[in-house]
C-alpha cells in the first residue's frame, strides 16, 4: 500500500475522570500500568457504589441484570475485570495503551472535554458543574502533554502534541506524533454564563475565551435543549412535554428529565417513539453561536443535535461553504425498526456534510445498525457503517469516532469470526505488533474485542481481516490528514 498519514480517532474522552464530579471513572489516564489500581476507594466493596457503570451497563445493552451485583475491583498488575468492552467506569485510555495506538498507527484525536451535570449531582461529585469540567479536562490534557514532553527530554519533543492549527496538526502527524485537537462538549456550554437572553457580545467574550484555552472544535448542543437550539430525542432520559405518559413518544423506561416538545416525522424515516422528534431548532442565539464559530476556523459537530437544529446548521454552513464534522456518528438508513432516531444521520445529511467538504465518522460501536441479537456492535456492524459511508461519500476520508470513557461500550469479541493472528504489521507504520499488555495482562481482539485504546491498530487490521480492501481501507488509514484537511477548509472559509 502506498503510504497513509495514519487514522484517527474523532471522539475520545481522555480525560473523563474530571468529567461528572470526579467520581464515576475510575483510573487516570495519566498513570503508568502499576499506579492503576483496585476501583475499591470510589466504586466500594464489589464495585457496589458504582451505580452509573451497573446500572448503564444494563441500559445501554453492555451487560446483563447481574451487572447491578456490582464487579470485581482488583487493577493493576493483572487487570482482572476492567478495562473491557463492556465496561463503562474504568480508565480506557491508560498512558501505555495510548501509546500503542500511536506506535500501530493512530494520529489524530479529538478529545471533547464531557460533562453531564446530572451524573454529577447524583454521584455527590465536586465541580460537577459543565464548565468547571471542561476548564479540568483541557488543563489535564496540557499536563499530560507536559509530562509526555519531560520524559522524552523537553518542550515539544513528546509523541502527544495539543494543536492549535492545521499546520501544526500536519506537521506533527508528518513527524508520526499523535495530534490532539480539544473540544467541548456539555449540556451547556459555557454554562450559566450565558443564558437565552444573552447578547451576541456575551456569547463572542466566552467563545474567545475558550479558544484562547485552545479549543478548535465545540459540540454546540450535547443531551439537553440549551440556550443554542434542540437536542436530539435519543435516549431513556429524554421525554416529549406534549405528549402524555405511557405514550408512543413516551413509553415505559423513559424518563422525563430532558423535557421537550416534539413532532412526529414518520414521513421523514423517523421511527424511535413513534418518530418523534424535536420540534425546536436552532435559536437566534444558537445562529449567532455557528457565525461565530465559522468567524474563527473552529470545527462545528452536528452529533447529538435534534434534526431540525442540524438543518439549520447545514443551511448556515452551507451558504459559506464551510465544513462540518459528525464525529461519532450512525446512519438512519441502516438502523433497525424502531431504532430510526434523529440522532441518527439520514443519507441526505451524509451527502450535505461531504458536499461542504466535511466528515463523517461512523461510531466504533455501531448498536443501531440491525444484526441479529448478539451479533450488534461488532467489526461486522462498524464495517457495514463504514461502507455505507463509503458508498455516499466515495472521496471523503472517514475516520471513527470510539467515544473511549463516553459511556458507549466498545465493538465485542465475536468468537468464531475470521481471527486476527499475532503478531501482525500495522498497515500505517509497518511495525509488527503482538497482543498488547496492561500490566502482565495480555489482549488479545479475538477473545478480548476492544477492550481500550490500545487495541485500535488491531481493530483496524482485522477489519482488513474481514475483507476490506486496500483500497477501501484508506479513507480510514487516510483519515489523520483527511481530518486536517477539512478543518483547513474551515479555516479557509472563515
Ligand atoms: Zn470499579
Ligand atoms: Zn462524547
Avoid at 435534534?306 to 464525529?327: I, M
Wanted: charged share 20%; proline share 6%; net charge neutral.
Amino acid at each position: 500500500m502506498s503510504p497513509v498519514s495514519g487514522f484517527a480517532d474523532t471522539h475520545n474522552h481522555q480525560f473523563a475522570r474530571f468529567a461528572f464530579g470526579g467520581r464515576v471513572l475510575w483510573g487516570s489516564a495519566a498513570a503508568a500500568d502499576a499506579e492503576l489500581g483496585s476501583c475499591r476507594p470510589e466504586h466500594g466493596p464489589h464495585g457496589l457504589f458504582d451505580l452509573p457503570g451497573n446500572l448503564s451497563r444494563i441500559l445501554l445493552r453492555t451487560g446483563s441484570i447481574t451487572s447491578l451485583l456490582g464487579h470485581r475491583t482488583d487493577g493493576a498488575p493483572d487487570f482482572p475485570a476492567w478495562p473491557r468492552w463492556h465496561d463503562l467506569t474504568h480508565q480506557a485510555v491508560p498512558r501505555s495503551a495510548l501509546k500503542r495506538a500511536v506506535d500501530g498507527g493512530l494520529r489524530l484525536l479529538v478529545m471533547p472535554a464531557v460533562n453531564n451535570e446530572l451524573l454529577g449531582r447524583l454521584t455527590r461529585g465536586a465541580h460537577y458543574h459543565d464548565m468547571a469540567a471542561a476548564d479540568l479536562q483541557l488543563r489535564a490534557a496540557k499536563q499530560f502533554e507536559a509530562m509526555i514532553d519531560a520524559e522524552a527530554g523537553g518542550p515539544g519533543r513528546g509523541w502527544y502534541r495539543i494543536v492549535y492549527t492545521p499546520e501544526q496538526a500536519r506537521r506533527t502527524i508528518g513527524e508520526g506524533k499523535l495530534a490532539v485537537m480539544l473540544s467541548i462538549e456539555v449540556d451547556g456550554l459555557f454554562g450559566d454564563v450565558i443564558g437565552p437572553h444573552s447578547t451576541a457580545g456575551e456569547l463572542e467574550a466566552q467563545v474567545d475565551r475558550y479558544h484562547a484555552m485552545g479549543v478548535r472544535h465545540v459540540f454546540p448542543i450535547h443531551l439537553k435543549n440549551c440556550a443554542y437550539g434542540g437536542t436530539a430525542l435519543a435516549t431513556s432520559l429524554h421525554w416529549s412535554r406534549n405528549s402524555g405518559p405511557v405514550s408512543k413518544a413516551n413509553p415505559p423506561l423513559s424518563l422525563p428529565v430532558y423535557r421537550m416538545t416534539t413532532v412526529a416525522r414518520t414521513a421523514d424515516g423517523y421511527d424511535y417513539r413513534g418518530g418523534h422528534c424535536n420540534a425546536d431548532g436552532l435559536t437566534p442565539l444558537g445562529e449567532t453561536l455557528i457565525r461565530l464559530l465559522m468567524e474563527r476556523g473552529m470545527v462545528i459537530e452536528v452529533d447529538h443535535m435534534g434534526a431540525r437544529s442540524r438543518a439549520d446548521v447545514l443551511r448556515l454552513t452551507g451558504a459559506a461553504g464551510y465544513p462540518v464534522v459528525a464525529g461519532h456518528a450512525e446512519l438512519l438508513s441502516l438502523a433497525g425498526r424502531g431504532e430510526r432516531s434523529e440522532f441518527l444521520l439520514t443519507d441526505a445529511e451524509v451527502t450535505a456534510i461531504g458536499r461542504q467538504g466535511g466528515v463523517v465518522a461512523p461510531k466504533l460501536r455501531q448498536l443501531s445498525v440491525a444484526a441479529p441479537g448478539g451479533l450488534r456492535g461488532t467489526a461486522a456492524t462498524f464495517l457495514t457503517a463504514y461502507r455505507r459511508v463509503r458508498e455516499l461519500l466515495p472521496d471523503a476520508p472517514i475516520p471513527f469516532g470510539t467515544d473511549l470513557n463516553g459511556f458507549a461500550g466498545m465493538p465485542r469479541p465475536r468468537p468464531g469470526e475470521v481471527p486476527l493472528d499475532y503478531p501482525f504489521t500495522s498497515p500505517v507504520t509497518g511495525a509488527a505488533l503482538d497482543r498488547g499488555r496492561l500490566g502482565s495482562r495480555e489482549f488479545d481482539i479475538n477473545a478480548d474485542g476492544v477492550a481500550h485504546v490500545g487495541m485500535l491498530p488491531d481493530f483496524v487490521s482485522l477489519l482488513l481481516r474481514h475483507g476490506l480492501s486496500e483500497e477501501d481501507a484508506r479513507p480510514m488509514l487516510d483519515s489523520a490528514l483527511g481530518y486536517v484537511r477539512a478543518w483547513e477548509r474551515a479555516v479557509e472559509a472563515r
